[in-house]
C-alpha cells in the first residue's frame, strides 16, 4: 500500500480553496442557462448566446491578463480573483430580488467569470510550482484532478435538487460563497512568496500577450500535446450538447437518467487520478501520455450506438466512464509535463494561452457540431466527431523532452528566449 504523501500545510490551503470552489460551481453548473430560460424566458438563441458569447467574450478579456498576473505576486492575484467572482455572481441574486435581472447582465456575468477563471488558473499554476517540489507536481496535480471530478459527480444533482426546492437563483449565492470561502482559504497560506523579477510593472508589452503561445509552439513536447489536446477536448465537449438532444428529445431518456449518465460515471475520475502516480512510476511519463493519450480517443464514437431503454442508459455511463478514467490519468500527468517544461517566469502566459485556446477550441467545435446536426442529426453529428478524434493520437508527441526547464531560463527545446 502507497502511504499518502504530505505536501504541507500550504499545500492543503490552496487545494481546499480550490475544492470550496469547485464544489461551489458544480452546485452552479448550468445555472445561468437555466436562470436566462425560467426567470427571463429567453430564446434558444439567447441561451446559446449565453454559453457561447459569454465565455468567448471573457476569453478575449483574459488576453492581457497572463502578462499582467505574471509579474504579480500570485496570492493576491487568486484572491482578486475569486472576490471579483463572488461579487459578479451576487449581482445575479440581488437584480432577482428587486426585479431588475436582465439577460446581458447574465452575459457580463459570465465573461467575468470566464476571464477571472483563466486569470486565477495561471496564478494558481505558477504559484502550484513554487510551492511543492517538482517531484511532487504530479501527486498534487493528481489530487486537484480528483477533487474535479467527485464535485462533477455530486454537484449537478446536489443543485438540481436545490434549485427545485428553493428557488433559480440558489446555486448562484451557493457559487459566489463559493468563491468567498476560496479567496479566505487563499490569505490563509502563510510563507513569504518569490516576488516577480521585473520591477516595472505599469503597463503589458504587447509582444508578451503571445510569450505563452510562443513557448508552446516552440518547445516540440508541448506543442504535440497542445494541439491534441484543443482537438481532444473541443470534440469531447462538442459532443454534450449533441447528447443531451439525442437521450432526452430523441430517444426519450427522462431527466433524471440523463443526470445519472453523466454523473455516475465521474466517480471514474477519482479512479484514474489515484493511479496517475503509480503508473507513472513503472512505466514512465512519456508512454503514459502516448498510450492514455490513444485510450482517451477510442471511446467517444460508442456514443453514435446509443439507444433507447436501460441498455442505451447502460452504454451511455459505460462508454463516459472509460473516457473519464482515460482522462482523469492522462491530465494530471499533462499537467505535470507542462508545468516542468516551462519556466517559471513563463508559467502564467502559458497556462493563460492554453485556457484561452481550450475555449476557442470548444467554442468552434460546438458551433460546427451543432451546425452539422442541423442539417443532419445529432447522431450523425457524433459520428463524425468520434470519427475525427481517432486521428488525434497522430499528434501525439513521439518523444518527450525528458530535461524539464530550469526556473528562470528556457528549456533546451528551440523556444525564444525569455525577456
Known amino acids: 500500500m502507497v502511504a499518502r504523501r504530505s505536501l504541507g500545510r500550504e499545500f492543503r490551503w490552496l487545494w481546499a480553496s480550490y475544492a470550496v470552489s469547485a464544489y461551489g460551481s458544480a452546485l452552479g453548473f448550468g445555472a445561468l442557462p437555466l436562470i436566462a430560460v ?39 492575484v487568486m484572491i482578486a480573483m475569486d472576490l471579483a467572482r463572488f461579487a459578479a455572481m451576487m449581482t445575479i441574486p440581488v437584480a432577482y430580488a428587486v426585479g431588475r435581472l436582465g439577460f446581458v447582465q447574465l452575459l457580463v456575468v459570465s465573461a467575468v467569470v470566464a476571464a477571472a477563471k483563466i486569470a486565477f488558473g495561471a496564478a494558481s499554476g505558477a504559484y502550484l510550482k513554487a510551492l511543492v517540489r517538482r517531484d511532487d507536481l504530479l501527486v498534487a496535480n493528481a489530487r486537484f484532478e480528483s477533487t474535479t471530478w467527485s464535485s462533477i459527480a455530486v454537484g449537478p444533482p ?45 503597463r503589458v508589452r504587447a509582444g508578451e500577450v503571445l510569450d505563452g503561445w510562443r513557448h508552446l509552439l516552440a518547445h516540440p513536447g508541448l506543442r504535440a500535446l497542445y494541439l491534441n489536446q484543443l482537438l481532444v477536448s473541443g470534440l469531447i465537449m462538442a459532443t454534450e450538447p449533441l447528447l443531451a438532444v439525442l437521450l432526452l428529445r430523441e430517444l426519450g431518456f427522462p431527466p433524471w437518467q440523463y443526470g445519472l449518465a453523466f454523473a455516475a460515471p465521474c466517480l471514474g475520475g477519482l479512479i484514474g487520478s489515484r493511479l496517475a502516480r503509480r503508473v507513472v512510476a513503472r512505466y514512465g511519463q512519456h508512454r503514459i501520455l502516448r498510450t492514455v493519450g490513444t485510450l482517451r480517443a477510442v471511446w467517444l464514437i460508442g456514443l453514435a450506438f446509443v439507444q433507447p431503454g436501460v441498455a442505451g442508459l447502460a452504454t451511455v455511463i459505460a462508454v463516459e466512464l472509460a473516457i473519464i478514467i482515460s482522462m482523469s490519468l492522462y491530465n494530471p500527468v499533462l499537467a505535470t509535463y507542462r508545468l516542468e517544461h516551462t519556466p517559471r517566469d513563463r508559467v502564467a ?9 481550450s475555449s476557442a477550441a470548444i467554442a468552434v467545435l460546438s458551433a460546427l457540431g451543432g451546425l452539422l446536426a442541423g442539417l443532419t442529426s445529432p ?35 528551440g523556444a525564444p528566449e525569455a525577456r
Not at 174 to 182: E, N, R, V, W
Not at 349 to 357: K, N, P
Not at 384 to 409: K, N, T
Request: cysteine-free.
Open 379 to 413: 447522431r450523425t453529428a457524433i459520428v463524425v466527431a468520434g470519427l475525427l478524434i481517432l486521428a488525434s493520437p497522430l499528434l501525439l508527441p513521439r518523444r518527450l523532452d525528458a530535461v524539464p526547464a530550469p526556473d528562470g531560463e528556457l528549456a533546451a527545446a
Open 38 to 76: 425560467l426567470v427571463l424566458d429567453a430564446s434558444p438563441a439567447q441561451v446559446s448566446a449565453l454559453s457561447a458569447v459569454g465565455p468567448a467574450v471573457g476569453a478575449l478579456i483574459a488576453l492581457p491578463l497572463g502578462p499582467w498576473v505574471e509579474f504579480r505576486r500570485k496570492r493576491p
Open 158 to 202: 446536489l443543485g438540481g435538487a436545490a434549485i427545485g426546492l428553493f428557488g433559480p437563483v440558489t446555486t448562484v449565492v451557493a457559487d459566489a460563497l463559493s468563491y468567498l470561502l476560496s479567496a479566505l482559504g487563499v490569505t490563509a497560506i502563510r510563507g513569504r512568496e518569490e516576488p516577480p523579477r521585473r520591477t516595472d510593472r505599469s
Open 349 to 357: 502566459r502559458t497556462l493563460s494561452a492554453w485556457s484561452i485556446s
